[in-house]
């Protein structure tokens, strides 16, 4: 399959949300161990959910953004900062861009909601992927369902123009 025969699209009817939690319980659940009562949660429902499909419809990859009082917790409390995260990308698929994509596509439905800055809780044999996107590590390491972790930001530049301000 070559980097360009897939689509990265909003998740907004139900098949595309089921769609991203299915590829979530095959990556974190499945192939990570991550207990699938905490994968999902109540930040799910109002979450920006991107979702990279093939051209026949099969799901590749997902991720979502919090935004506003749900991203809160994760960002230091800073209402123009997103949180990207539940970022995954089944094993067919790694290496051809797809996260990247998917990156990409959850900063413009930040940068569209005027958010300056997207945060992200990064595993740490991922830092390097997202320091190529642009993303600095801060604080010190943790663990995060078990796997250890680093809080990571970049900041979004330009903004697109009549974002609204805010999350």
Not at 1 to 28: H, L
Not at 43 to 64: E, F, N, S, Y
Not at 78 to 87: C, E, F, I, Q, T
Request: hydrophobic share 45%; charged share 20%.
């Amino acid at each position: 399959m070559s980097a360009g025969a897939y689509e990265v699209r909003v998740a907004e009817d139900p098949a595309d949300r089921e769609a991203c939690f299915a590829v979530r319980k095959d990556v974190f659940v499945a192939e990570q161990g991550v207990p699938e009562e905490i994968e999902y949660d109540a930040h799910d429902a109002a979450a920006v959910h991107v979702l990279a499909v093939r051209a026949d419809g099969v799901p590749l990859g997902t991720g979502r953004l919090l935004h506003g009082a749900a991203s809160a917790a994760r960002t230091g409390g800073d209402p123009a900062v997103g949180s990207l995260g539940r970022l995954a990308v089944t094993a067919a698929a790694r290496g051809l861009g797809v996260g990247a994509a998917l990156v990409r596509a959850i900063e413009d439905a930040a940068r569209a909601r005027g958010l300056a800055a997207v945060d992200l809780h990064a595993q740490t044999h991922a830092l390097a992927f997202y320091e190529r996107l642009g993303y600095v590590a801060y604080g010190p390491e943790f663990a995060d369902a078990g796997m250890p972790h680093r809080a990571m930001r970049r900041t979004l530049w330009p903004p697109l123009p009549n974002a609204p301000a805010g999350g």
